[in-house]
């Protein structure tokens, strides 16, 4: 029961950071999510979540929506959405949340980078919005959450921060709504993970009220700031979970001694031990051993 109420908290403290950063509560929530229901249902949670924040910003800040962003992104996100749901039901998502980790902490510089001004609407090629629909929409539906990953492309567009919020909320809701049904198709919706979908979608519309208020007393660069913030903080934590997830699966364990003059440290990772050995005097060793070779 605490840990429900913790989600429950937690959801609205994220989606209450991810209304003045753009995006994120997903990102945030995944670590959480994952203590309360098995990693594969987690996306469906998010989804179900993420999906009434998107109806309640649409409605919050429905005139403020780049139409001509949302009729080239959904489409093509769409159909990718459904092969990304399909992954999931096959493959381990550890290994992609490792990489979009690390690619979120690369925006750290960003916070440092002294703000540009950009009062001009900058105009996007139809070929990368769909372009750029296809990888939002397939790694949406692998992860279930993916809104910061592609916050750089709405700032480049010059985008006021009531229309980011707005035309991002119009790209994903149609999104997420398929993802629900996919999710319920390959089993990956359970009674648990919809009740925790329900909690996050509480908090979710909760912030999206309170959102409307707020944001007329946020600058822009202010805005733009705490997005990349919370990019690199969404990274670090995908990172780290999504490090622990695979050294679980792929048996991997880290061992260091130190005693006297001399200091060990092996990795072993399945069938194999990486060692390496110092010695006072100076003398470094290194050694590979496998099981299957003390076996013989």
Not at 46 to 51: E, M, N, Q, R
Not at 52 to 61: E, G, K, N, T
Request: proline share 3%; charged share 10%; with cysteine.
């Amino acid at each position: 029961m605490l840990l429900w109420f913790l989600i429950l908290v937690a959801s609205t403290a994220a989606f209450g950071l991810s209304a003045v950063s753009g995006g994120g509560a997903g990102l945030i929530l995944m670590p959480l999510l994952g203590l309360a229901l098995p990693g594969n249902q987690v996306p469906a949670t998010l989804s179900i979540g993420t999906a009434a924040s998107s109806a309640a910003r649409i409605l919050s800040f429905r005139h403020a929506i780049r139409w001509d962003i949302v009729r080239h992104f959904a489409p093509t996100a769409l159909p990718f959405a459904g092969l990304g749901v399909w992954a999931l039901s096959c493959m381990n998502p550890a290994y992609l949340s490792l990489l979009l980790g690390l690619f979120l902490m690369g925006h750290l510089p960003l916070l440092f980078r002294k703000p540009v001004s950009n009062c001009t609407v900058a105009t996007v090629p139809v070929a990368k919005l769909h372009m750029l629909g296809a990888t939002a929409g397939f790694i949406s539906g692998f992860t279930g959450a993916v809104g910061l990953v592609f916050n750089g492309f709405y700032y480049r567009l010059g985008l006021r921060k009531e229309e980011i919020i707005a035309t991002r909320a119009a790209n994903e809701i149609l999104l997420h709504l398929l993802k629900i049904i996919l999710y319920a198709i390959f089993g990956l919706l359970s009674a648990q993970a919809t009740v925790a979908g329900l909690a996050v979608a509480m908090a979710a519309i909760l912030s999206a009220m309170g959102m409307k208020y707020l944001l007329p007393y946020l600058h822009d660069h202010l805005f733009h700031h705490i997005g990349h913030a919370a990019m690199v903080v969404a990274g670090i934590m995908m990172v780290i979970i999504a490090g622990e997830q695979i050294a679980q699966q792929e048996n991997i364990t880290v061992h260091f001694a130190h005693a006297d003059e001399e200091v060990a440290a092996s990795l072993s990772w399945q069938e194999h031990t990486f060692a390496l050995e110092w010695e006072n005097g100076g003398e470094l060793e290194l050694s590979h051993d496998t099981q299957k070779a003390n076996q013989l």
